[in-house]
């Protein structure tokens, strides 16, 4: 991480964390977003959390970027995961355990087809 | 295990690290006893001694700050440490039904510790996460949505 | 002086660049110079206005107006139109563009997220997400643009008022402790969020801490501190992990620490835990247990400003208070002040909790009504019940009948409903809660939570509570009512602190909106909720019972008894009013009386 010593500096960090943004949106990159906030977690999330990279892992997906974040406000459907492939809107998944987890990695993020059952509706 | 006397050794190096790491100051003193009580499962009278006599505080200041916080025990705690959320927002979710599961697999009832030494089984203030209400925290590990059948299964968990 | 009635933001996303975004920027710029206004008006650059398919477009604050498909040979019409003559440049706005920033715009339409904007959409433990999303673009703008005054009256001008509860104007706050001239000084940050049901702090400080560490660090240059504090409950590890983490990367960044941003301006923050006390939320009570004491409040005056952790001065604000910062600096006070009601400005972060439909966090502007609430934006009382009350503010609260559904959110309309904002708590009940009941609930909270310094809260909720008990327990006496009313008068005149204070508002609101309940409790040893097990009855119900047995063979203590097809009876000695009977009946012959 690069130290910031100005204002023009912050700018260019601005600039470029937009740049990087719009390269993953632009790649097509897929975005895995687990809610990891207190409530997720007393849901279940590291569990589906750890579902997802496992995953990832011994199917050796590439390309599927997993990130975290706080608490999104619909806690009574957690575990939340949200997915972003490339420049479409994001979809927003409810009580994702590990195995619906699965699921969307397989049927969502590599097969292009969300798993309707379990979308929340935004 | 029981509740054997915790051997000085470890007593003084607990104190010694807490301290290590915060500062002999006054105004350190909650993170110290919240540390030492973190690593032996509560704060012992010889605990209190020590960490009075490197801070020169008087004991009877120490137990007047140990004695007022809740997560602050001077009485010997279970290894495992149950707290169970008793507001009205878990309540109103159910939480009467798992508090009572709770107290037939333990047999015990509030504030009381397991004669074998394993659990403490608390009641505690809101947690803050009243959208998967009922919530209990055991040791770091927290749960949420809990089901009372689902009691007895996550307490064989711990040993 | 620099005072901007107005901002302009400018989409510089790729697409709009290629459109021709720069240009058009730079046309803005000149013609502001040319008509004197660029004293008057900021130009900003920022992203994702809307979708860029009708770039080059930019944002006008604080109307909120949205500008599309602009061209360089526009902006001379645009700047006279709507800077100089005062009207909105319709030509350029989308005909179905609501003129609303729909970036804050929520699932539900009445919510305008300001400090909820980046919970659920950034990484809070990447600092890079918070930066994409214009953060510290604030602190970077107040470090070389303002003075410590200048900033000082920003937030006065946009009648932020403290989120914790007191509602104490924050401009004010930091006025007074930047006037106080001992040293050093200290900015904390109360993290102690107790009241059950909330937890809109916890939100913010495990989705966009970074928010906070801004607010903290503008708030300590505007009244002089290097050094800042968050005091974050211990029931929050998650929440401290992140914090911790957040002010690791900002200082990594040079964010937080010496020479920030090369302005001379050194301040940093230090994360400290509670240890499991609500009290330690009170103001005085926090910085106590900052310096390693019990957690007990203090008489003020002296007050914080003045004399507070250390004795030394000392600036205490809310999470959400600190997190709205970067937002009012960014978007100009006015934009703020263009929410709300006239005393009460912005917008409040609440937890709708209890017999509603959609529980949760919800932000919206002040000035929306409690009916709006519940029944817009909280969807309704949950399977369609009759409302009865509401509780605002958290356990301290007064609560509120259906008289009250037209007051608007309002710290001085509720007060005078007889109740508080507090930190936002919202406890909807519908027709099957006993408002006694729940009145020795909050007080069972209450008592628990009192730190024992002043013998009124101390003894005096302690005897409440035995009271609310008896009655609830069908004990109630001739004078109860009488004995309450005179111990909730003493605890409030005589306590120290917020808790005392406000201890008796469960209690003084019910037995003012539902005094016939206490009634019948007491005289007719009635529960009209059917909710208190010892002034509630079990009964089957002759003729409608079919003798099937099934609910005496789930009785847990065998209270049912009954021959096969004949009417069944509970033994209303034995029967311990679990309500396992009603729930196994299939023809609805269990009722309560």
Known sequence: MTTIKSLEDLKKAREEALKKRDVKAAAGTAQVIVGMGTCGIAAGARDTMKAILDTIEKDSLNGIIVTQTGCIGLCEKEPIVQVVIGNQPKVTYGKVDPEVAKRILKDHVINGKPVSDHVIQM | ?159 | MKYYRSHVLVCVDPECLKKGAHEVEDALQDELVAQGLIDEVQVLETSRIGDCANGPELMVYPEGVHYTNLTPNDIPYLVEEHFLKGRIATKFVQEDKKVIDEELSAPTSKEVRVVLRNCGVIDPENIEDYIAEDGYQALGEVLTEYSPEQVIDIVLRSGLRGRGGAGFPTGKKWQFCRASAETPKYVICNADEGDPGAFMNRRVLEGDPHSVLEGMIIGAYAIGSSQGYIYCRAEYPIAVRTLNIAIKQARNMGLLGKNILGSGFDFDIEVRMGAGAFVCGEETALMASIEGRRGEPRPRPPFPAVKGLFMKPSNINNVETYSNIPQIILRGPEWYASMGTEKSKGTKTFALAGDVKHTGLIEVPFGLTLREIIFDVGGGIKDDKEFKAIQTGGPMGGCLPKEYLDLPMDYEELAKAGSIMGSGGLVVMDEGTCMVDIARFFMEFIQDESCGKCTPCRVGTKRMLEILERICDGKGQEGDIETLEMLCEQIRQDSLCGLGQGAPNPVVSTLKHFRDEYEAHIYEKRCPAKVCKSLIRYEIVEGVCTGCTVCARNCPVTAITGERRQTHVIDPDICIRCGICMQVCNFNAIVIK
């Open chain 2, 1 to 159: 295990m029981t509740f054997e006397q915790i051997d000085s050794s470890v007593i003084q190096k607990s104190v010694d690290e807490a301290i290590q790491r915060y500062g002999a100051k006054q105004d350190e003193l909650i993170p110290i006893l919240s540390e030492v009580n973190r690593s032996i499962g509560y704060l012992p009278g010889e605990a209190l001694d020590e960490i009075s006599k490197q801070l020169k505080l008087p004991k009877s200041q120490l137990f007047s700050v140990a004695s007022f916080y809740r997560m602050l025990s001077t009485k010997p705690r279970g290894r495992h440490v149950i707290q169970f959320c008793e507001n009205a927002p878990c309540h109103i979710a159910g939480g009467r039904q798992v508090w009572q599961a709770l107290v037939d697999e333990l047999h015990l009832e509030a504030e009381e510790n397991s004669a074998d030494g394993k659990w403490s089984l608390l009641t505690t203030s809101c947690l803050g996460i009243c959208g998967v209400g009922p919530v209990m925290m055991i040791d770091d590990d927290i749960y949420g949505n809990v089901d009372p059948k689902a009691v007895p299964d996550i307490l064989s968990r711990y040993h």
